[in-house]
């Protein structure tokens, strides 16, 4: 079996334990790692259960855990057990867990699972992006005053950066998205859903695997493996619909330091 395989079938078995966990979420102790940022028995459990399946998978390969830290290797599989912490604890059932692949810091492969939706997002380094098996065809806007603008936020934004990125781009007519899951913002972004999305500073987990997914589908993406400090430091995530580009970094003139690969 391939390792896309063989990574899908370990990242549904996750997806299908977190939706167990938030069927009986009202149980979980929930600790905080800062301003608005949560955990729970869900997160550790969800990621401990895809490290196993894949460590007794890929016994040489490393890790990049949000929850359990890192262990090197040739190969290094970046993970998000759950991205959306804050939407599953509260109820809301949009989250999703994350896995890349990334060698010599390239990234291999990339898949998103949608567990309340059944939905797996994946993609290849060259060999394209899909959707429960499916070929990823988006049908962009490439103007401002036609399309939907995905904006992530934590609380490690300053509240004037937001706000005027948010003014400047509804002057333009653009109309905004927040879900509450970057990972699940960047397959919106793959599918068409919508035509652009910004975060000035996600984590490896939170964007890496959409990346590519958004990249494979044809996006214009912002390559987060650029800097040596990927794994640890917060680095911008930037996807775009390759004819809203230029009209977004004349409205966003900090997303032209970006460096993306198209
Ligand atoms: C968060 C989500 C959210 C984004 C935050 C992330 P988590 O991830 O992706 O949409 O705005 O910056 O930290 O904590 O739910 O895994
Ligand atoms: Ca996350
Ligand atoms: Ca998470």
Request: hydrophobic share 45%; proline share 6%.
């Amino acid at each position: 079996m391939s390792d896309t395989a063989l990574a899908s079938a370990a990242i549904r078995e996750a997806g299908q334990l977190a939706r167990a966990f938030f069927e009986r979420r009202h149980e979980l102790l929930i600790d905080q790692k800062g301003p608005q940022d949560y955990v729970s028995a869900a997160d550790r459990e969800v990621e401990s259960c895809l490290i196993s399946r894949l460590s007794q998978l890929f016994p040489d390969d490393g890790f990049v855990g949000e929850e359990s830290g890192q262990r090197h290797g040739a190969r290094e599989w970046i993970i998000d057990p759950i991205d959306g912490t804050t939407n599953f604890l509260r109820g809301i059932p949009v989250f999703a867990i994350t896995l890349a692949l990334v060698e010599a810091d390239v990234t291999q492969l990339g898949l998103i699972y949608d567990p309340m939706r059944d939905v797996l997002y994946e993609a290849t380094a060259g060999g394209g992006a899909r959707c429960n098996g499916e070929p990823i065809q988006p049908l962009w806007r490439s103007a401002l005053s036609q399309s939907l603008i995905g904006l992530c936020h934590s609380s490690r934004l300053h509240p004037e950066q937001l706000t005027a990125r948010i003014s400047s781009v509804l002057r333009s007519g653009a109309i905004l998205r927040q879900p509450g899951s970057a990972a699940l913002m960047l397959c919106d972004l793959a599918m068409g859903r919508i035509d652009g999305l910004y975060d000035a500073d996600l984590k490896a987990w939170d964007s890496v695997a959409g990346l590519l997914i958004a990249r494979e589908a044809g996006a214009i993406a912002s390559n987060f493996l650029a800097k040596e400090s990927w794994r640890t430091a917060p680095q911008p995530t930037l996807a775009v619909a390759p004819g809203l580009y230029p009209e977004l970094s004349a409205l966003w003139p900090e997303i032209r330091d970006i460096p993306c690969l198209p």
